[in-house]
Protein backbone atom coordinates (compact mmCIF):
# COMPACT_ATOMS: atom_id res chain seq x y z
CA UNK A 1 0.00 0.00 0.00
CA UNK A 2 1.39 3.73 -0.72
CA UNK A 3 1.44 6.28 1.54
CA UNK A 4 3.00 9.43 2.47
CA UNK A 5 5.32 10.95 5.61
CA UNK A 6 5.48 14.69 6.12
CA UNK A 7 7.92 14.87 8.67
CA UNK A 8 7.42 18.85 9.89
CA UNK A 9 4.12 19.53 11.02
CA UNK A 10 4.63 23.10 11.21
CA UNK A 11 7.00 25.63 9.72
CA UNK A 12 7.85 28.95 10.37
CA UNK A 13 10.00 30.63 7.85
CA UNK A 14 10.38 34.80 7.66
CA UNK A 15 9.47 36.71 4.90
CA UNK A 16 11.89 36.52 1.50
CA UNK A 17 13.94 33.22 3.52
CA UNK A 18 13.85 30.35 1.29
CA UNK A 19 11.73 27.18 2.26
CA UNK A 20 12.13 23.74 1.67
CA UNK A 21 9.18 21.32 2.53
CA UNK A 22 9.94 18.00 3.26
CA UNK A 23 7.68 14.78 1.85
CA UNK A 24 8.94 11.35 1.76
CA UNK A 25 6.54 8.47 0.17
CA UNK A 26 6.25 4.54 -0.20
CA UNK A 27 5.37 2.84 -2.98
CA UNK A 28 5.94 -0.42 -4.81
CA UNK A 29 6.82 1.68 -8.43
CA UNK A 30 7.54 4.90 -9.86
CA UNK A 31 4.92 7.21 -8.57
CA UNK A 32 3.18 9.86 -9.74
CA UNK A 33 3.55 13.20 -7.14
CA UNK A 34 1.97 15.87 -6.10
CA UNK A 35 2.17 18.80 -3.70
CA UNK A 36 -1.44 20.74 -3.20
CA UNK A 37 -1.75 23.90 -1.11
CA UNK A 38 -4.50 24.59 0.82
CA UNK A 39 -5.95 27.96 2.29
CA UNK A 40 -7.85 28.72 5.19
CA UNK A 41 -11.59 28.07 4.10
CA UNK A 42 -10.49 27.01 0.80
CA UNK A 43 -10.52 23.98 -1.72
CA UNK A 44 -6.64 22.33 -2.29
CA UNK A 45 -4.51 23.97 -5.65
CA UNK A 46 -2.59 21.92 -7.14
CA UNK A 47 1.00 23.68 -7.15
CA UNK A 48 2.44 21.16 -9.28
CA UNK A 49 3.22 16.94 -10.31
CA UNK A 50 5.64 14.57 -11.34
CA UNK A 51 5.09 11.69 -13.79
CA UNK A 52 8.00 11.57 -15.34
CA UNK A 53 11.08 12.95 -17.17
CA UNK A 54 12.83 15.92 -15.48
CA UNK A 55 13.10 15.45 -11.89
CA UNK A 56 13.21 19.04 -11.41
CA UNK A 57 9.60 19.86 -11.57
CA UNK A 58 8.41 23.70 -11.62
CA UNK A 59 4.65 24.75 -10.49
CA UNK A 60 2.58 27.82 -10.24
CA UNK A 61 3.41 30.87 -7.52
CA UNK A 62 7.51 29.91 -7.75
CA UNK A 63 7.45 26.65 -6.26
CA UNK A 64 9.60 23.87 -7.41
CA UNK A 65 9.89 19.81 -6.42
CA UNK A 66 12.37 17.58 -7.21
CA UNK A 67 12.12 14.26 -7.00
CA UNK A 68 14.79 11.57 -5.43
CA UNK A 69 14.44 8.11 -6.04
CA UNK A 70 16.56 7.19 -4.19
CA UNK A 71 15.79 8.78 -0.92
CA UNK A 72 11.63 8.33 -1.74
CA UNK A 73 11.33 11.76 -1.35
CA UNK A 74 9.42 14.76 -3.01
CA UNK A 75 10.46 17.93 -1.11
CA UNK A 76 9.39 21.31 -2.37
CA UNK A 77 11.31 24.24 -2.22
CA UNK A 78 11.10 28.14 -2.73
CA UNK A 79 13.94 30.42 -3.05
CA UNK A 80 11.59 33.27 -1.58
CA UNK A 81 8.63 33.14 0.73
CA UNK A 82 6.05 35.74 0.66
CA UNK A 83 3.53 36.31 3.47
CA UNK A 84 0.70 35.00 0.74
CA UNK A 85 2.39 31.90 0.85
CA UNK A 86 1.19 31.22 4.73
CA UNK A 87 -1.33 27.72 4.16
CA UNK A 88 -1.39 24.41 4.98
CA UNK A 89 0.79 22.53 2.47
CA UNK A 90 0.05 18.40 1.33
CA UNK A 91 2.40 15.81 -0.55
CA UNK A 92 0.40 13.20 -2.06
CA UNK A 93 0.72 10.55 -3.98
CA UNK A 94 -0.92 8.83 -6.83
CA UNK A 95 -1.45 5.05 -8.25
CA UNK A 96 -0.68 4.55 -11.53
CA UNK A 97 -3.27 2.21 -11.76
CA UNK A 98 -6.17 4.70 -11.37
CA UNK A 99 -6.14 8.50 -10.15
CA UNK A 100 -6.45 7.70 -6.30
CA UNK A 101 -4.64 9.93 -4.23
CA UNK A 102 -2.94 9.19 -0.86
CA UNK A 103 -2.23 12.50 0.91
CA UNK A 104 0.67 13.05 3.43
CA UNK A 105 -0.68 14.76 6.64
CA UNK A 106 0.55 18.19 5.72
CA UNK A 107 3.10 20.96 6.65
CA UNK A 108 1.30 24.30 7.84
CA UNK A 109 3.80 27.37 7.20
CA UNK A 110 3.47 30.33 9.21
CA UNK A 111 5.47 33.14 7.50
CA UNK A 112 7.09 36.50 9.93
CA UNK A 113 7.08 39.65 8.47
CA UNK B 1 -14.24 27.54 -16.16
CA UNK B 2 -16.63 27.07 -12.93
CA UNK B 3 -15.06 24.76 -10.82
CA UNK B 4 -16.19 22.34 -8.16
CA UNK B 5 -19.29 23.35 -6.71
CA UNK B 6 -20.19 22.38 -3.12
CA UNK B 7 -23.58 22.41 -1.16
CA UNK B 8 -24.16 23.28 2.21
CA UNK B 9 -20.40 24.67 3.40
CA UNK B 10 -21.44 24.07 7.00
CA UNK B 11 -23.73 21.83 9.11
CA UNK B 12 -24.06 21.28 12.49
CA UNK B 13 -26.18 17.67 13.48
CA UNK B 14 -26.69 15.89 16.53
CA UNK B 15 -25.64 12.10 16.78
CA UNK B 16 -27.71 9.63 15.22
CA UNK B 17 -28.48 12.13 12.86
CA UNK B 18 -28.38 12.08 8.91
CA UNK B 19 -27.04 14.57 6.53
CA UNK B 20 -26.65 14.75 2.84
CA UNK B 21 -23.84 16.63 0.89
CA UNK B 22 -24.29 17.61 -2.51
CA UNK B 23 -21.34 18.02 -5.21
CA UNK B 24 -21.50 19.32 -8.81
CA UNK B 25 -18.15 18.45 -10.88
CA UNK B 26 -16.38 20.85 -13.34
CA UNK B 27 -18.70 20.24 -16.98
CA UNK B 28 -16.89 17.49 -18.80
CA UNK B 29 -14.79 15.37 -15.57
CA UNK B 30 -15.78 12.04 -16.12
CA UNK B 31 -14.44 11.06 -12.70
CA UNK B 32 -15.41 12.47 -8.98
CA UNK B 33 -14.19 11.73 -5.71
CA UNK B 34 -15.20 12.35 -2.61
CA UNK B 35 -12.50 12.74 0.29
CA UNK B 36 -12.73 12.76 4.18
CA UNK B 37 -10.29 15.60 5.99
CA UNK B 38 -10.42 15.46 9.64
CA UNK B 39 -8.81 18.42 11.38
CA UNK B 40 -4.89 18.00 11.67
CA UNK B 41 -4.91 15.61 8.94
CA UNK B 42 -4.67 15.35 4.89
CA UNK B 43 -7.51 13.65 3.33
CA UNK B 44 -8.80 10.66 2.98
CA UNK B 45 -10.62 8.52 -0.33
CA UNK B 46 -14.35 7.60 0.26
CA UNK B 47 -14.96 7.06 -3.07
CA UNK B 48 -14.58 7.16 -6.70
CA UNK B 49 -16.18 7.73 -9.24
CA UNK B 50 -15.70 6.92 -13.22
CA UNK B 51 -19.58 9.02 -14.82
CA UNK B 52 -22.07 6.87 -12.56
CA UNK B 53 -19.87 3.53 -11.76
CA UNK B 54 -17.88 3.12 -8.48
CA UNK B 55 -14.09 2.76 -9.25
CA UNK B 56 -13.02 2.61 -5.58
CA UNK B 57 -14.97 2.38 -2.16
CA UNK B 58 -12.51 0.52 -0.38
CA UNK B 59 -12.57 3.07 2.10
CA UNK B 60 -16.18 4.04 2.93
CA UNK B 61 -17.90 3.05 5.73
CA UNK B 62 -20.92 1.42 3.97
CA UNK B 63 -22.69 0.54 7.19
CA UNK B 64 -23.21 4.26 7.57
CA UNK B 65 -21.70 6.01 4.24
CA UNK B 66 -23.70 6.24 1.32
CA UNK B 67 -22.73 7.95 -2.18
CA UNK B 68 -24.12 8.12 -5.88
CA UNK B 69 -23.74 9.59 -8.82
CA UNK B 70 -26.57 9.38 -10.53
CA UNK B 71 -26.32 10.61 -14.91
CA UNK B 72 -23.13 10.86 -14.25
CA UNK B 73 -22.96 14.35 -13.07
CA UNK B 74 -23.97 15.45 -9.97
CA UNK B 75 -22.75 13.63 -7.07
CA UNK B 76 -24.38 13.36 -3.11
CA UNK B 77 -22.87 11.41 0.24
CA UNK B 78 -24.80 10.61 2.76
CA UNK B 79 -24.23 9.69 6.38
CA UNK B 80 -26.94 8.01 8.45
CA UNK B 81 -26.40 7.59 11.12
CA UNK B 82 -23.80 10.27 12.24
CA UNK B 83 -21.35 9.59 14.61
CA UNK B 84 -19.45 11.89 16.74
CA UNK B 85 -16.24 10.94 14.76
CA UNK B 86 -17.70 12.24 11.54
CA UNK B 87 -17.17 15.82 12.09
CA UNK B 88 -14.56 16.33 9.53
CA UNK B 89 -14.68 18.92 6.26
CA UNK B 90 -15.84 16.46 3.05
CA UNK B 91 -14.42 17.49 -0.13
CA UNK B 92 -15.70 17.01 -3.69
CA UNK B 93 -12.93 16.47 -6.03
CA UNK B 94 -13.32 15.91 -9.98
CA UNK B 95 -10.45 15.19 -12.82
CA UNK B 96 -10.97 14.29 -16.51
CA UNK B 97 -10.50 10.30 -17.25
CA UNK B 98 -6.97 8.87 -16.91
CA UNK B 99 -4.24 8.94 -13.82
CA UNK B 100 -2.53 11.70 -14.92
CA UNK B 101 -5.28 13.82 -14.56
CA UNK B 102 -5.52 16.93 -12.19
CA UNK B 103 -7.79 16.43 -9.67
CA UNK B 104 -9.42 20.02 -9.08
CA UNK B 105 -11.40 20.20 -5.28
CA UNK B 106 -14.72 22.52 -4.41
CA UNK B 107 -14.39 24.52 -1.39
CA UNK B 108 -15.73 21.47 1.23
CA UNK B 109 -18.23 21.14 3.70
CA UNK B 110 -17.62 21.58 7.39
CA UNK B 111 -19.87 18.82 9.22
CA UNK B 112 -19.88 19.29 12.84
CA UNK B 113 -21.33 16.33 14.64
CA UNK B 114 -22.72 16.86 18.15
Known amino acids: AQSVTQPDIHITVSEGASLELRCNYS??????LFWYVQSPGQGLQLLLK??????LVQGIKGFEAEFKRSQSSFNLRKPSVHWSDAAEYFC???????????FGGGTRLMVKP | EAGVAQSPRYKIIEKRQSVAFWCNPI?????LYWYQQILGQGPKLLIQFQNNGVVDDSQLPKDRFSAERLKGVDSTLKIQPAKLEDSAVYLC????????????FGPGTRLLVL
Open chain 2, 93 to 104: ASSLAGPTETQY
Open chain 1, 92 to 102: AVGARAGNMLT
Open chain 1, 50 to 55: YFSGDT
Open chain 2, 27 to 31: SGHAT
Open chain 1, 27 to 32: YGATPY
